[in-house]
């Protein structure tokens, strides 16, 4: 069952006296419940923990669940005084409830801090209505408290947690027209009983639920659902192709700067050539199982997964899109807020980045096939090539039949980690029919190689400068 948050309390007494109707003249007097018909409910005054000293509310609570917990209190902002014992509930000419002493409770259409069934969750952008759910102020204090909940106005909605009334603090991910994303309870079948009711003419978007079995869940945690892995205190860490903003900020462990592209897209770089070419050199990387980003767009044009790809793929201002089952296609033109890798799955998202980006992650497959080939050549003097002040080159074969150079970095060398790192990925960017290209490399403990194309006429610094008595004529030399 989906309740979307619930704060606890105990009532102060024990009802003496059951009614199941009142009236202008037939009010409900404190120490009175009236009860539903189907004997679900009651309502009645009560104080909350179990304190008579405190205020006193009308609420709502299950009849036959115990611990029993409130659902609905009709007058959260203006308690009865503990002392006034007169006080009652009646119903007005208009037909709302009405407290004897002229404090008007609030209609039962406004949620409190739990959602009943058939209770409405949402807004009327026309009129301005919005209904949401408020947390309590504390165990002992109804009144609104620093917790909302209630649905976005993007399309697909989420329902969100505010802090404070506007800072984000926990969501959903977009409704699927069965359920919110990310909500493991909520069942997707197709009389799950949840609905969000979408009225673009009116204006209006209402989020309710009916189940036919009554049961009820509930939970004696403030915020139980917002889980501690989907905290504000969570660590976060950049995404594939993207780095720290500030490195001396992260360090420090605040991470609001966000994040900055490691390379820039290739259609950021060529603004002026046509939009097939400007974005040639840019791909996609896959990430899979997660909540997608807050701030989704949704692109209705697009029909299937391809579509979508190539629109967010067109447009230099997309950073990631996603297909999503049942909703379509959605993309992200902002920043990439709140992605969550989650145990179970839910939707692959595709990150747009530069060519050499995507490269790198081709590159470390080939590097580690190679670093056994490698790392065993270097263990056989009888493959020695030649020797240099950065140490031996070894000359192997792979299996199947290309020549390769395997140069191995002495610990003499001075190269650290980070400038053999730095290395490794500035040769494999440079491609030029004349110079060898980088195979792959292989790192292990203080062992640096770096494996390259077989060069069989040797380089060509070996005739300009005479290495091995070898040299090349003058006319030569100078065409070169």
């Not at 197709?190 to 003419?201: A, E, P, Q, T």
């Not at 979508?308 to 990439?336: E, F, H, P, T």
């Amino acid at each position: 069952m989906f309740i979307l948050f619930f704060f606890s309390l105990l009532l102060s007494q024990h009802y003496c006296a059951e009614v199941y109707n009142i009236t202008s003249s037939q009010p409900l007097a404190q120490g009175q419940t009236l009860v539903s018909p189907g004997h679900i409910f009651e309502l009645g005054f009560f104080s909350p923990s179990n304190n008579s000293e405190n205020n006193k509310y009308v609420g709502i609570w299950h009849k036959n669940i115990y611990p029993q917990k409130v659902v609905w209190v009709a007058n959260r902002e203006k308690p009865i005084a503990a002392a006034d014992t007169l006080a009652s509930l009646t119903i007005s000419s208009n037909g709302n409830l009405e407290l004897i002493d002229g404090k008007q409770s609030t209609s039962f259409d406004y949620p409190s801090d739990t959602l009943l069934p058939s209770m409405l969750l949402g807004f009327d952008s026309k009129s301005g209505k919005r209904n949401v759910l408020t947390a309590w102020k504390s165990e002992s204090d109804p009144s609104t408290g620093m917790f909302l909940g209630g649905l976005t106005p993007q399309v697909p909605s989420q329902f969100v947690i505010w802090m404070n009334g506007s800072t984000p603090y926990w969501r959903t991910g977009p409704w699927d027209k069965s359920k919110f994303l990310v909500v493991p309870a909520m069942d997707d079948g197709y009389l799950s009983g949840y609905y969000l009711d979408d009225n673009v003419k009116q204006g209006t978007k209402y989020f309710s639920y009916n189940f036919l079995v009554k049961t009820v869940a509930y939970s004696d945690k403030y915020m139980e659902h917002v889980d501690s892995s989907e905290s504000p205190t969570s660590i976060c860490k950049c995404l594939k192709g993207f780095v720290p903003n500030s490195h001396e900020e992260w360090s420090k462990g605040n991470r609001t700067g966000g994040c900055v592209r490691q390379t820039k897209l290739s259609c950021e770089s060529n603004t002026n050539k046509s939009v097939t070419l400007r974005g040639k050199g840019d791909g996609f990387s896959k990430m899979v199982g997660l909540k997608v980003p807050d701030f989704h767009e949704y692109i209705t044009s697009s029909s299937d997964a391809e579509e979508c790809k190539i629109q967010c793929r067109n447009n230099c201002s997309c950073l990631a899109y996603a297909y999503v089952n049942n909703i379509g296609c959605l993309a992200w033109s902002k920043d990439l807020i709140d992605i969550q890798e989650l145990s179970s799955g839910e939707v692959d998202l595709f990150i747009l980045l530069e060519g050499a980006e995507l490269d790198e992650g081709n590159r470390m497959k080939l590097i580690v096939s190679l670093t056994a080939i490698g790392c065993e050549l270097t263990k056989r003097e009888k493959f020695k090539y030649h020797q240099r002040g950065f140490g031996p080159v070894y000359k192997g074969t792979l299996r199947e039949g290309k020549e390769i150079a395997v140069k191995r970095l002495s610990s003499s060398s001075g190269q650290g980690i980070e400038e053999f790192k730095n290395e490794t990925l500035l040769i494999s960017k440079l491609q030029h029919k004349n110079l060898a290209r980088i195979v792959g490399c292989c790192v292990k403990e203080d062992e640096k190689i770096l494996i390259y194309e077989f060069m069989p006429n040797r380089s060509l610094d070996t005739l300009l400068f005479g290495y091995m008595n070898e040299t090349i004529g003058y006319i030569s030399n100078v065409c070169i």
